[in-house]
């Protein structure tokens, strides 16, 4: 006797009593996807789609030309049994792919959260951690970036592992979006491991400082969107500067005396490399400042 998840996926493999068809992608690459609508409407918007005051509900057929018919066809089977396929079955980026999906077409959370418990095993920082938060920020993915944030640790991680994942990432300056989404993943994996080098230097009691802020120009602020972002990674940073200064070691005020050289160095880095950042995206805000500048006249 099967399991009504194998009965479930047998019946669609074989197209069997099925009432609806998806079809997806453009012309060579589509492909039509024989589904049943009552397990479809699991997803709000197929429901929505599949009802009677809509032409997909009087036609069943349903069409999708902007998804990836790979893709699209692991995420229909996820419908039918709560499950994805063993790893691996699609590239990482494509798992942040799927996960952008399931919330455009509103797939139960346990889909999307299974995509992210795999999405979050693969990250490797020193080989695709920034790549993997870019392709987050790129889709609109903010609960991503956090989670892919928190899989970062301090264990095993020097400043030349930290080079290797952020340096030769450049990116063609002129595609906004690029620009956008690979600075906003190398700040916010800068602040990560920032603040995992505070909270080991910081000491048992209190211990604050305004030193080293850094106040962003006014410029950059009312110009560049991500002023307020920028603002805060660096004031975050520079706040625990003197944490990392041979003299606070001298004093006992940091924990790190006998990490120092290797964490200064690395602090040392992602502080120009949250400077270099921020100035890619200044000049980003007025390159397109410029050309719109250029409509106008």
């Known amino acids: 006797m099967p399991t009504l998840t194998s009965y479930l996926e047998d019946r669609l493999s074989n197209g069997t009593d099925t009432d609806v068809v998806l079809q997806v992608g453009v012309g060579a690459n589509s492909l039509s996807i024989h589904a049943h609508s009552l397990i479809l409407q699991r997803a709000e918007y197929f429901r929505i789609a599949l009802s009677s005051g ?8 349903i069409v999708i030309e902007d998804v990836n018919p790979h893709l699209a066809s692991i995420l229909i089977k996820a419908l039918y049994t709560d499950s994805l396929p063993n790893p691996p079955y699609a590239t990482s980026l494509n798992v942040l792919e799927m996960l952008a999906l399931c919330r455009r077409f509103m797939f139960p959370s346990i889909i999307s959260s299974g995509l992210m418990s795999i999405v979050e095993k693969r990250v490797v920082l020193g080989e695709n951690a920034l790549i993997l938060l870019a392709k987050a920020y790129d889709l609109d993915l903010l609960d991503a970036v956090d989670n892919l944030l928190s899989t970062i640790r301090l264990e ?13 990432s450049n990116v063609d300056r002129d595609d906004i979006g690029a620009v956008t989404s690979t600075v906003k993943a190398r700040l916010a994996l800068c602040k990560r491991l920032t603040c995992l080098l505070k909270g080991v230097a910081l000491p048992p009691g209190k211990f604050a400082s305004s030193k080293h ?9 009312q110009r560049n969107p991500f002023g307020d972002i920028i603002q805060g990674h660096q004031e ?5 500067a003197t944490l990392y ?5 001298d004093r006992g005020q940091s924990s790190l005396a006998h990490d120092f050289a290797k ?12 400077h270099a950042s921020s100035q890619v995206l200044l000049a980003s805000a007025r390159s397109s400042d410029d050309k719109k500048g250029e409509g106008h006249t």
Not at 54 to 61: A, D, M, Q, V
């Open 156 to 168: 095993n991680i020097n400043i030349n592992v930290v080079q290797r994942e952020l340096v030769g």
């Open 245 to 249: 200064t041979q003299e606070a070691v």
């Open 263 to 274: 964490y200064r160095d690395l602090f040392v880095f992602l502080c120009d490399e949250m």
């Open 213 to 221: 802020r850094v106040t962003v120009t006014r410029e950059l602020a």
């Open 54 to 61: 809509f032409r997909e509900g009087l036609s069943k057929t």
């Open 236 to 240: 975050e940073v520079q706040e625990c």
